[in-house]
């Protein structure tokens, strides 16, 4: 979707049954039109050691769920930069 109509940004599950978070963040890296969208990853568990790799990939944000709705929009705002 984001291929053909640019959002501007993505939430993204990283643990999803098809394609899990981080190889959909490779996709969109690897696509022009696709790799300045900010993404934030939203998960039930996180060590530090993967906060640090999703950070040093370039990933905005992590989360953990269940998260707080607030947090959340603090973390989208931060994110496109208003």
Known sequence: V???????????DV???????????????????????????????VQAAEQRRYAELGVKAVLMKPFDPVKLGTLVIEALNW
């Not at 999803?16 to 998960?43: C, E, H, K, R, Y």
């Open 2 to 12: 984001a291929k053909y109509q640019k959002p501007d940004a993505i939430l993204l």
């Open 15 to 45: 643990m999803m049954p098809d394609l899990d978070g981080p190889s959909t963040w490779a996709q969109l890296q690897n696509n022009p039109l696709t790799q300045t969208i900010p993404v934030i990853f939203l998960t039930a568990k």
